[in-house]
């Protein structure tokens, strides 16, 4: 596999940053895109130089040249998108979040390992260089034990009740835009959680435009979780372990630098440059699992995913807060 051919589902403004990274990727083919309609799919393709453009996301999963599919649709749709490519052979990365909900997660992780396929959330915090670092410095012991955390994203956006970020039907509301990538980091940092809580507030279109939250992932290793769709926030996160603390600074999701403080030792600061296009870094990640024969990334992998998701539906239901088409519980 000297070259990783890669198709893409869906052609809004995510699916062209992917495909600006996979363009900066020497060993990676742009190859085809799947949209809605054949004229969608044409305008996408000759913008990010793609050789070939289906007007069907069916269309895009049967074409037997493509080695693995991107799927960069509305959080709605990830499942049933990411069971049509499985269901036709092909390895998948889907966008953050995987799925609405665990159950969904579960359905879909069940089907790729039943027909060993690879597939991973593209959750691109993960895989940037000073994440990498900071797993080192937490697996090393440089602030001892990691005990607790705080991490926050949140923006103001427009209120625009059919926008994707406030419409339920689109799964609007700030857990599945943003909080995703502080629970999932917090899953990181202390294991994965165990159990959740939190207060939220619901918006006129039902969602959550913002919410706090505490988890729990066990041997007494907590995190505070904060985001918004309507409130502005720091965009930092730090870790607080038994013998000192590190924070990385703000934008936390797209890291360079962090700062290593232990009483009495003073701050290390720790930098490591990114890429402009940080979905670089994921890409790569999802080619060299392809070339090992890796069905999942260790980096990312699917049980955490899962536990992640379920972490997250245990919080927003105390919210009473429930997708179209969940059953009550979900």
């Known amino acids: 596999m000297s ?21 900066a990727l020497p060993d990676a083919e ?23 453009a289906h007007g069907s996301y069916e269309d895009l999963a049967a074409d ?43 359905r879909v992780v069940e089907l790729a ?43 103001r956006a ?20 943003v909080g995703v990538y502080c629970v999932s980091f917090a899953s990181m940092a202390l294991g994965p959680p165990v159990r959740g809580t939190g207060l939220s507030h619901l ?19 907590l995190s505070s979780v904060t985001a918004g769709t309507r409130t502005a926030t720091p965009h930092e996160a730090t870790v607080f372990g038994t013998e000192g603390y590190l924070r990385i600074h703000s934008p936390w999701w797209r890291p360079e630098a962090m700062t290593i403080s232990k009483p009495g ?7 490591e440059p990114t890429e402009e296009n940080g979905f670089v870094y994921e890409a790569a990640e999802v080619m060299r699992c392809l070339r090992a024969g890796k069905k999942e990334s260790e980096v990312m992998p699917l049980d955490e995913t899962i536990s992640v998701l379920d972490a997250m539906d245990r919080i927003r239901e105390a919210w009473g807060l ?9």
């Open 158 to 177: 427009p209120f625009d009740p059919a926008s994707r970020l406030f419409d339920p039907n689109l799964g609007g509301g700030a857990m599945l835009d």
């Open 30 to 52: 742009t190859l085809a895109v799947g949209s809605r309609s054949q004229d969608s799919a044409d305008r996408f393709a000759r913008a990010n130089g793609f050789f070939r």
């Open 265 to 271: 030792t003073g701050d290390v600061l720790v930098r």
């Open 322 to 330: 429930r997708y179209p088409g969940e059953e009550a519980g979900a």
């Open 64 to 106: 037997p040249d493509v080695d693995v599919v991107y799927v960069a649709t509305p959080h709605p749709f990830h499942a049933e998108n990411v069971e049509l490519c499985l269901n036709e052979g092909k390895a998948v990365v889907c966008e953050k979040p995987f799925t609405v909900n665990a159950a969904e997660a579960r």
């Open 3 to 23: 070259r990783v051919r890669w198709g893409i589902i869906g052609a809004g403004s995510i699916a062209s940053r992917f495909s600006e990274a996979l363009a």
């Open 203 to 221: 918006g006129e279109t039902g969602v959550d435009e913002q919410f706090a939250a505490a988890l729990d992932h066990g041997g007494g290793r």
């Open 113 to 155: 390992r039943r027909r060993g396929l690879f597939l991973m959330e593209g959750m691109w915090t993960r895989f940037f260089p000073l994440m990498e670092r900071l797993r080192k410095v937490l697996a090393g012991g440089a602030i001892g034990e990691p005990r607790m955390l705080t991490v926050d994203f949140g923006f």
